[in-house]
């Protein structure tokens, strides 16, 4: 069965009298496991897609399933359950907080989880060595290389073991050997049964996706 299901997704953004319609009818299912990676020009509607997935952008129309949950038919405190539970998200410029160390950033998603501190704390550790800067925890991320901020995105993403992983255009800041590395973390997590969908405009980096999906004007054509 399908672990997401989108049926007749419609987004329209509205400015003053202008609309926009930035999803306009997609419909497709991904199943528990796989690796996908979205492509399309600037504007195509590939972030608005993302974002609609991971329940932070409710649609116009249409209906978004996860697990067979409803995701638009939650409250707002139980829409941001869902998220914590089941999302993690890797956004374009990192949105790390500039003022906390990295492990503090790491543990921001447990903060409405209820685990103790000292659990965070392990949890943490553990995620941060996973990706390689277990000697880092207390840098700032101003102290860290671009590539070093986008592991500490991707921990940050993970640490609450989310069965779905959404990364916007991981690798677009990175020089290529920086993204090798984060695209080699990423496989390894999808090979570990985690599911990953990724903007890219890059065609290398979506080789390594087992799908890719393509989307223009707000359509999705492959």
Request: hydrophobic share 40%; aromatic share 4%.
């Amino acid at each position: 069965m399908a672990l997401i299901t989108l049926s007749g997704i419609r987004k329209t953004y509205f400015m003053g009298e202008i609309s926009v319609e930035a999803l306009r009818g997609v419909s497709l299912s991904i199943e528990p496991g796989e690796f996908v990676a979205v492509m399309g020009p600037s504007g195509s509607g590939k972030s608005t897609l993302l974002s609609v997935l991971g329940g932070l952008n409710k649609p116009s129309r249409g209906d978004v399933l996860v697990d067979s949950l409803d995701i638009y038919g939650l409250t707002p405190e139980q829409r941001a359950d869902f998220r914590s539970e089941y999302v993690g998200f890797i956004f374009q410029s990192y949105q790390l907080v500039p003022y906390l160390t990295v492990l503090e950033n790491v543990k921001l998603p447990m903060a409405i989880t209820g685990l103790k501190n000292r659990v965070q704390d392990e949890m943490a550790l553990a995620v941060l060595e996973r990706v390689g800067l277990g000697e880092k925890v207390s840098r700032l991320p101003d102290q860290l290389s671009g590539g070093e901020q986008e592991r500490v995105a991707i921990a940050r993403a993970i640490v609450n073991r989310p069965p779905i992983l959404l990364a916007d255009e991981p690798t677009g800041n990175l020089d290529s050997d920086t993204a090798d590395e984060i695209m080699n973390l990423l496989t390894a997590l999808n090979r570990e049964g985690l599911t990953i969908i990724m903007v890219t405009h890059n065609a290398e980096v979506a080789a390594l996706a087992s799908r890719t999906i393509r989307v223009k004007d707000g359509v999705c054509i492959g």
